[in-house]
């Protein structure tokens, strides 16, 4: 069993360890402290997530989604997952270089997620037209595809940026 594919009791440590060839990616120094809906309780029973970069800049991230994650008896809500592609996705642009928010994002839900489980998030910016970022990412743990996602981000204009 692969520690992405583990599954932990509330409370006990979570092992988001990356694959080799990552490196973690510091999200509130790029973003500020701002992710807390997702990001803001890394040993708490909602989620713990940690981003990485491989050695192409992709951004990944390793999400345990926790108890309180919980939709369907025993599985993540699909508004939990929507919460975290929407900030992984984003996030991947950011890290590629631009200032957006999140213009529109389409999730097709393919599997359901058992809670208590580490899965992996991975990303791709796709295109780049104008203001309009487009991100593509996958929710999956070894050969399970949970959910995939095409999100369109936009930049930030001048004015609005703090
Ligand atoms: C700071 C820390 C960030 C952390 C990382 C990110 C992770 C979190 C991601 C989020 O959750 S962000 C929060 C959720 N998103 C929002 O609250 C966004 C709310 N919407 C807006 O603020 C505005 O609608 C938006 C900035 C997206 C666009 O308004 P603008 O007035 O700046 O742009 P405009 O409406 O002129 O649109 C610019 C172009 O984008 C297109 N566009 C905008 N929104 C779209 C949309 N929703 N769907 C399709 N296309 C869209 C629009 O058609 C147009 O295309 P063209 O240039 O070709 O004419």
Not at 49 to 62: C, I, T
Not at 87 to 97: F, H, I, V
Request: glycine share 12%; proline share 4%; with cysteine.
């Amino acid at each position: 069993m692969t520690a992405s594919s583990e599954e932990h009791a509330a409370g006990a440590a979570v092992d988001l360890s990356g694959a080799p060839d990552w490196t973690l990616f510091d999200a509130p120094s790029l973003v500020g402290d701002s992710l807390r809906f997702v990001s803001g309780q890394p040993d708490g029973d909602r989620f713990r997530v940690r981003y990485f970069r491989d050695a192409e800049q992709h951004l990944h991230a390793r999400i345990w989604f926790g108890p309180e994650t919980e939709g369907p008896p025993g599985h993540a809500h699909g508004g939990a997952v929507a919460a975290v592609m929407d900030e992984g996705l984003g996030l991947a642009a950011w890290a590629a270089g631009y200032a957006i928010v999140v213009g529109n994002l389409n999730i097709s839900f393919r599997a359901m997620l058992p809670i208590q489980k580490v899965v992996t998030l991975e990303s791709r910016v796709v295109s780049v037209e104008g203001r309009k970022i487009m991100v593509h990412g996958r929710l999956f743990c070894g050969d399970t595809l949970f959910a995939e996602g095409q999100c369109l981000c936009i930049t930030i204009k001048k004015e609005n940026q703090s």
